[in-house]
Every structure is written in C-alpha cells, then in structure tokens.
C-alpha cells in the first residue's frame, strides 16, 4: 500500500463505482472517470486505517484503458471470507472535489458515544439535531458567505469530522470537506416552514460535514436595501455544541470580512488533544462525587415520564419580560445563586408536587454542563462536543427555605464543575441500577460582546445579532432549554413528544409563574411549602403516567420516477441523497435512456443502527415486483455507497446478482448523471474477457 494517504482525486471530474454482488464470487469494482492506481492505494489505506477489522484481502487493479478500471478482490492469507466495507471504498472513490481520504482517526468520547446511539436507535432522523438562527441586517455577499464557511472549515478540524461504522464508534478526520451551504431568495420559503424541514431532514454524524448553513435572502453588496437575511445553522450534538457554535461563527465573521479566507493554520487545540487529555483522567474522584449525592434512606420521587415512543415533537416557549429577568437575576444573586440556579429550583419544586411527593424527598433531573470548566488548557476555544447532561440529586423539604435550597443547588453546581468530562452512561454505570434523570435543563449563557468584530461589521454596514438556538430532540422525554434574547428577556423552550402536550403545557406556566412571583416575595424565612401552595389554584399539577408506545411504522413505498421500457427490463432503485430535490429526480427519470424502471427509494443513514432498520424496510417496501426481476441495482450520490451496498447484500440473500452504483454528482446535472447510470447498469451485458494491465495494490 502506498503511505501517501492524503492523495485527491483530480476536481470537477465525475466518477462512477460499479460494484457487482453475488451469492458466492467475490466483489469486483468496475471503476468508470478519471481514477489513478495511486487513489485507488490511498483509498485502501484509508479504509484499512478506518476499518481496521475489515478482512484483509489483496485487491488487483487491472486497466481497460483510459477512464476504465476493474478492482477484483481476492481472498487474504486466512481464507476467511467475510464483509468488505465496499460501499465506503465507492464512497471514498467518487468524493472527488467534495472530499478526501481519510487524514486521522481517533476514539470518541463516552458523551459522543451516548449522543450517538440516542440518534442510531430513535427513527427521527432530528434527533439530537439542534439548530441556531440570526437575523442579518446589510449588504451581503452570497459568494462571500460561501466561501468563509468554506475556509472556516478549512481551518477547524471538527467541521471535517464523521463518525465510522464500527461497533465501538471511532472519529475520522477529513483533511478535506466542505459544509453544505444553501442559499434561498426572499419570498421562494416561509421561515418556520424552512426550520421545521431542515430539523426533520436531520444531520447523518457519518457523512461530512456536522454542520449545514442556510441562508434566506441576502444579495451582493451595494444594492438597494432589502429585508433582513436570515441565517440558519443544523449541527449534530455528538460533534457540536452551541458553545461551539458561537466560536464558529466568530471565525466565519472574521473570514467574511477578510475577503471570506481565514487567516492562520488549524486550530490548535482541538478534539483530538482534547480526547488525549480526556483518557488521562482518573475517573476515581468522580465516582465517588456522583454516587455520594443520594441518601438511600430518603424517599426519591420517581421517573414521571417515560419514552413514548412517539415521532411527533412537541415544541412550547414562554418569555419572561426583560424587567422580570432582571428581577430574578437580582433576586437569585440576593441569595448567592444565578438565574439558572433559580430555574433548577423551580423545576425541582415542580417535579416534587407532579410526583405527588409529601414530606421531604429526593427529586432527580439533569442539567446540561458546558464542559468548559474542566482543567484542559484552551477549552474555552476549542469548538466540539463537549456540553453534555450531568444528573442533579436536591432534597426537597417543605419546610426547608426557599434560600437553603437555593444554596444546596449553587454548591453542588460548583463542586461538580471539575467533573464536566464525565459523561451520564459513565454516572449511570456508577449508580448501580439507580434510575436516571427523565427531565433535562438547559441554561445557554448570555453571549459575550465581541466589540471588536461588531466594530468592523458596523464599518461594512453590517448588524448582526448573537445566534439563538431553537432547542433539539434530546434523549430525555422533557427537555427545558433557556436562553436570552437580544432584549435581554429570559425565554423558556420545552421539547417533548407532542402526547405530552398537556402535561408540559402546564409545567411549563408553571414555571413561568414561579419564575415570576419568587422574586417579588420570596425572602429569607419563606418555605418551599408556601411556594408549593402558591400552585394550589393552578390545577392539580400534571397528570403522568406511561403512554403506549406507537407501532413501529413500515418503510416508505418507493416513487415510480420511471416505468420500465419492456415487460423484461430490470428495475434501478434510486436512493434519495440528502439535499438533493425531487425536481432533479424528475429530470433524471426523464433523461434516463435505459429500459429499467426507475424507483425513487427512501433515504439510508450511512451507518448505526437505525442504518440496519431502514435498509431492511426499503428493501422489504420493494416487494415481490422488483425483486423478482433479473436486472436489479440500487445507486445512490457519493455517500450513499453504504446503503447502496447494505441494499444490494440484502438482494444477494435472495438469490440475485445486483449491482450497486455510486456516482459522483461533482459539477454535473441531471442529463449527465442519468447517462453515466444507463452506462453503469448496462455494463453487465457487456463482455468482459478483453484485457488490459494488471497491477497489485
């Protein structure tokens, strides 16, 4: 193999993977564009590197001629036939100019992992997507736009980070990948609308890149004025937090008004010394931390929500005025606390009377911690996932003070901050069965000024404001998040599953009020038995309980883009990429010269187990009809070559010889990629005994 890992593939020219299954022969790859033996070494390099238990076999390359290579496989020296990660390989192959080899690979971290898994084992492809929106006053240049997205991710390594697909999930870092930007005229989407499609599109942490921007509106410089910009960024969790966010988009800021090039080399430092400084520490100390917190002979309030297994999310915000925040941060800083300590008080004070406690008793829920107050030189300035949910245990007593409890919350918040690289499947491993928190809160701190950057803006005409995030689909059934808006207002953002409207409806106004009313009259000697009563006329508090989980729904039929020219064409089944219309589908169908029919299939995660799932349900949504036919391929646009593959494995068990195709869409439309498809597809009717120069890689 050649140790020249980082080798590209030449730009703006497309490639097309070919690989051809059967129940019994080994692959072989036929490979169609501009493909040197050189990329073909560096891209099994990579994939050795990245998928370290993939069998060891010996590839051969043999040349056909100009833009023709067929790569067959043959056993390795234990004989064992087992599964080649083929659809990654097709995947590396046809990146060209959107991306590259693989530049490192490192272990993720317990908190990645658990992010992870919610996402693989959850069917809403939201889940742990978070998004941060903006308003843009000013001129704005689009192309300019793009391209400081572009070098910002240039120079932050995290921008160009995946998750692989092995059983213990490992990151690997891209030496090139650009984010995805859209841009939208005025008036061509409804902003809501947009959101809400952009969360349920979701963001695949196995594809480059974890963050897509969009932008509504915006024009070139010097024009007449025009509405506001809107700017809209979707992250995963498990690769970005909002701390990071807003560390992002300072850099994108400076890139803009550079000429839209970052000056300076890669961040230093980043996850990977961050994942270093992480596997140093001994997680002695904060066992004993978190497993100190709970007396077993006080009585706990019980989990009072559970997974309801719904897809339907639920989303309510309430806002306190910018006089009333102001009065509870004074209030809370009267007794020693903050406004986010305030909200935990509250929050425990409402899960003790919905759990229909009495007398003094433990109540249990989670925070979410920055994780930038551990002893990691630069965390402050390293963009990652870092923020993750730390379970709090707080005594409620109804004749306790409303200070003391105040005061327990402050403390514990303080003791725990060295702690914050802990991660909650590492607590509850810790906790011996003790069940987990089931609530979850957030407190994003107010942005800090950047006078110098707004400055520089303002010279160019520009105003921006700070980004605000819009709150995630978490693994927790409730999550509260709070931030501050522009005017200084504390709002509040529950996200739940939408059965649970009622009962967080109610906790949430409940929350309100105490938020509101504890600063006008809770003193030194008030107790939580009188704030408890201030609810009293407010209903019973909220009524919970298990709800039925929803059946597990069956794939999507797939859309007849196609129908076939003859009665004995085969069929092409179609993966939907993400981002990519069903306008250019169309246009595809229409320009397809081949006889298959064409079939627009559900879009595949690239990896996890939900990957699984879904792959199944596209195949078993098929039916009897496609799959009866003796010409079958599934294709996809380059990072779709794992499901292609995954779908076409699935045919192999039935007997059939399908084809996966994997085509690269760089700078081409829909008139050329249904050509190169007809192509591929047809190549298996085509002799293949003329020969040409063989070489080992």
């Excluded at 889940?127 to 001129?139: I, K």
Aim: glycine share 8%.
């Amino acid at each position: 193999m050649t140790t020249s890992r980082f080798a590209r593939l030449p730009q703006g020219e497309p490639i097309t993977v070919v690989v051809e299954l059967g129940p019994s022969a080994l692959p072989v790859l036929e490979l169609h564009g501009p493909v040197e033996s050189t990329h073909i070494e560096a891209a099994l390099d990579s994939i050795a590197t990245c998928h370290p238990d993939a069998p060891a076999w010996r590839a051969g390359l043999e040349s056909r001629g100009p833009g023709h290579h067929t790569l067959r496989f043959t056993d390795g020296a234990d004989d064992e036939r087992s599964e080649f990660p083929l659809g990654a390989l097709a995947d590396l192959l046809t990146q060209a100019g959107r991306g590259s080899f693989m530049a490192r690979r490192l272990p993720a971290t317990s908190l990645q992992r658990d992010l992870l898994a919610d996402a693989d084992t959850h069917p809403d492809p939201g889940r742990q997507v978070e998004q941060a929106a903006w308003d843009w006053h000013g001129p704005l240049d689009a192309a300019r736009f793009t391209a400081a997205w572009h070098s910002v991710s240039a120079r932050e390594s995290v921008l160009r980070t995946t998750f692989d697909a092995q059983p213990k999930p490992g990151l690997v870092v891209h030496d090139h990948a650009e984010p995805e930007v859209v841009r939208l005229p005025h008036g061509t989407a409804e902003w809501h609308s947009l959101v809400e499609a952009d969360r349920r599109r979701g963001i695949d942490p196995r594809r480059p890149a974890p963050l897509r921007i969009t932008l509504l509106g915006g024009g070139r410089p010097n024009h007449a004025p025009a509405p506001p910009a809107r700017v809209l960024l979707t992250y995963h969790h498990a690769l970005l937090d909002s701390w990071s966010i807003r560390l992002l988009v300072r850099e994108f800021y400076r890139a803009y008004l550079a000429g839209g090039e970052l000056p300076g080399g890669e961040r230093r430092p980043d996850m990977t010394d961050y994942v270093t400084w992480l596997a140093q520490q001994d997680t002695a100390a904060a066992e004993d931390f978190f497993t100190g917190a709970a007396t077993g002979d006080l009585v706990a309030v019980p989990p009072l929500f559970t997974d309801t297994g719904s897809r339907a999310e639920g989303r309510s915000r309430l806002r306190l005025t910018k006089e009333e925040t102001a009065a509870l941060a004074n209030w809370a800083a009267t007794w020693g606390g903050s406004e986010s300590i305030a909200l935990q008080a509250v929050w425990a004070l409402l899960l003790y009377r919905a759990g229909r406690a009495e007398g003094p008793s433990q109540v249990r829920f989670a925070t979410t911690a920055a994780g930038r107050s551990i002893l990691f030189e630069g965390v402050e300035r390293t963009p990652g996932a870092l923020a993750g949910p730390l379970p709090q245990t707080v005594l409620v007593d109804p004749d306790a003070t409303v200070p003391q409890l105040i005061a327990d919350l402050r403390d514990r918040c303080l003791d725990q901050a060295a702690y914050e690289w802990v991660s909650a499947s590492q607590i509850h491993a810790w906790s011996r069965g003790r069940p987990p928190a089931d609530t979850l809160l957030t407190f994003e701190a107010p942005p800090r000024a950047m006078p110098e950057l707004e400055a520089d803006l303002a010279a160019a005409g520009i105003q921006v404001e700070p980004p605000q995030t819009l709150g995630a689909r978490t693994a927790y059934p409730v999550t509260l998040i709070a931030h501050h808006d522009r005017s200084g207002s504390l709002v509040l953002t529950a996200a739940y599953d939408q059965v649970r409207l009622s009962e967080v409806t109610e906790l949430l106004a409940h929350a309100a009020l105490l938020l509101r009313e504890l600063p006008r009259g809770a003193g030194q000697r008030t107790t939580l038995g009188e704030v408890l009563a201030l609810l009293t006329y407010m209903g019973s508090g909220a009524v919970v309980g298990p709800v039925q989980a929803e059946t597990e729904e069956s794939g999507p039929l797939p859309t007849v883009l196609r129908r076939p020219a003859r009665a004995d064409a085969g069929a092409v089944g179609l993966l939907q990429a993400p981002g990519i219309s069903r306008a250019f589908y169309d246009q595809l169908a229409h320009a397809y010269p081949g006889p298959e029919e064409l079939l627009l299939l559900a879009p595949v995660p690239a990896g996890g187990s939900r990957a699984d799932v879904a792959a199944r349900a596209v195949y078993d949504a098929l039916g009897s009809r496609i799959r009866s036919r003796s010409g079958l391929a599934f294709a996809g646009f380059s990072g779709d070559g794992v499901a292609a593959c995954a779908l076409a494995r699935r045919a192999v068990a039935d007997g059939h010889r399908p084809l996966a195709v994997v085509l690269d869409v760089t700078g081409t439309g829909p008139d050329d990629l249904a050509r190169r498809l007809a192509s591929a597809v047809a190549h298996r009717h085509r002799p293949t005994h003329e020969q040409g120069t063989s070489t080992s890689t």
